[in-house]
């Protein structure tokens, strides 16, 4: 688990940071393989914003929030980052699950009318014929 924290337009703190590691850290309970993390912390005018780009393998998700507290903005991005790998996760299960309801698998998930069902013949098995060579023969 990596995760960086930038500091744009306001000074470091060490609770802010300490803040935004457990908060991400979180969110590895719900990936699978090991994350990487790029926090954006930002005051634009009135505005706090928090951005966090989340990579995990393949995955990637990202989420960018803004309100009139820094400690709020880093809330609410973590609950988005948690909505979507949650939907993601769920997606994963569903494709899943209906992989398994196919009818090769012999699992159909609807009966079919024995009358349109149609019943190929096996192709005949190719023979092949043995030569007879002049080691065969004498022995």
């Known amino acids: 688990m990596n995760i960086s924290i930038t500091f744009r337009q306001m000074e470091t703190s060490d609770a802010i940071k300490k803040y935004v590691m457990t908060k991400v850290s979180r969110l590895q309970r719900l990936l699978q393989q090991?994350?990487?993390a790029k926090v954006t912390l930002t005051i634009q005018k009135q505005l706090h914003v928090a951005e966090v780009q989340l990579s995990s393998g393949k995955k990637?998700?990202?989420a960018k929030e803004a309100s009139e507290e820094m400690y709020a903005s880093i809330d609410k991005v973590v609950d988005k980052l948690e909505r979507q790998i949650s939907a993601d996760?769920?997606?994963q299960v569903s494709k899943k699950r209906?992989?398994?309801a196919t009818v090769r698998q012999g699992t159909a998930a609807l009966e079919v009318p024995a009358t349109k069902?149609?019943?190929?013949a096996?192709?005949?098995k190719a023979t092949t014929k043995k030569v007879k060579t002049?080691?065969?023969a004498t022995k």
């Open 89 to 91: 996760k769920g997606e």
């Open 134 to 136: 002049a080691r065969t």
């Open 117 to 120: 069902i149609r019943v190929r």
């Open 34 to 36: 090991p994350m990487t």
């Open 60 to 62: 990637r998700s990202e």
């Open 122 to 124: 096996a192709p005949k």
């Open 98 to 100: 209906r992989s398994k």
